[in-house]
Antibody, heavy 119, light 110 residues
C-alpha cells in the first residue's frame, strides 16, 4: 500500500533553515508528483509547491518563492522540502502529499512534521 | 492566489444533510474541473473525499457528493453521522501549475 513517511519534529531558531523528508513506498516513486502543504496551528491548509519526481521539475507557490526548495532522491524514493529564513509564522505542520491520479489533488498524505520556530 | 472562500462553520443533526460551499473565481474553481474536497479530523492528515468536482475515491461513502456551478463548488454530506464531524477544505487547480485551498469549514454534528 502507498505510504509516505516523514521525518520527525524540528525546533529551529529564527533565520535558520529546515529540511523535511518524505520517504515513499508501495509504488514507483518516479511516477507521481509530490506536493508540500503546510498548516499553522488552528489555521487553514496552505499549498507550498510540487516536484515532478520523474524529471525533478518544480513549481513553488508565489508566497514561498525564494525561500522554499523541493528536491528528490530517486534512489531513496524520498522527497525533501527545505524552507529558509525561518520566522515564527512558519511554525506549522508540514505535509507531503502524493497525487491521486491527476496532478491537482492529493490522495495520499504523510503523517506531517511539526516545525517550531522559536528563539 | 487568494484562498478560496468557505463558511467557517456548518452544522446538522444526525441523519440530516448539510452543504458546504467553496467560492473562487473564473481563474480557479470556475475555470477548471479540478476541485477537490478534504476531510481533516483533529491531529490527523487530510483525507481526499471528492476529486474532479464530483468523483469519490474508493472507500469514501456515497453520502458524500460534490457539485459545481460557475465559480462556486459545493460538498454535500447526506445522512450525517457523528464521525463526519471534522474540518473540510476545498482545493482547486488555479492555473500556471498552482493549487489553492479554501479557508476550511468546521462541520459540527449536533
Amino acid at each position: 500500500q502507498v505510504q509516505l513517511v516523514q521525518s520527525g519534529a524540528e525546533v529551529k531558531k529564527p533565520g535558520a533553515s529546515v529540511k523535511v523528508s518524505c520517504r515513499a513506498s508501495g509504488y514507483t516513486f518516479t511516477t507521481y508528483t509530490i506536493h508540500w502543504v503546510r498548516q499553522a496551528p488552528g489555521q487553514r491548509l496552505e499549498w507550498m509547491g510540487w516536484i515532478n519526481t520523474g524529471n525533478g521539475n518544480t513549481k513553488y507557490s508565489q508566497q514561498f518563492q525564494g525561500r522554499v526548495t523541493i528536491t528528490r532522491d530517486t534512489s531513496a524514493s524520498t522527497a525533501y522540502m527545505e524552507l529558509s529564513s525561518l520566522r515564527s509564522e512558519d511554525t506549522a505542520v508540514y505535509y507531503c502529499a502524493r497525487v491521486y491520479s491527476s496532478a491537482w489533488y492529493f490522495g495520499y498524505w504523510g503523517q506531517g512534521t511539526l516545525v517550531t520556530v522559536s528563539s | 492566489q487568494s484562498a478560496l472562500t468557505q463558511p467557517p462553520s456548518a452544522s446538522g443533526s444526525p441523519g440530516q444533510s448539510v452543504t458546504i460551499s467553496c467560492t473562487g473565481t473564473s481563474s480557479d474553481v470556475g475555470g477548471y474541473n479540478y476541485v477537490s474536497w478534504y476531510q481533516q479530523h483533529p491531529g490527523k492528515a487530510p483525507k481526499l473525499m471528492i476529486y474532479e468536482v464530483t468523483k469519490r475515491p474508493s472507500g469514501v461513502p456515497d453520502r458524500f457528493s460534490g457539485s459545481k456551478s460557475g465559480n462556486t463548488a459545493s460538498l454535500t454530506v447526506s445522512g450525517l453521522q457523528a464521525e463526519d464531524e471534522a474540518d473540510y477544505y476545498c482545493s482547486s487547480y488555479a492555473g500556471g501549475n498552482n493549487v489553492v485551498f479554501g479557508g476550511g469549514t468546521k462541520l459540527t454534528v449536533l
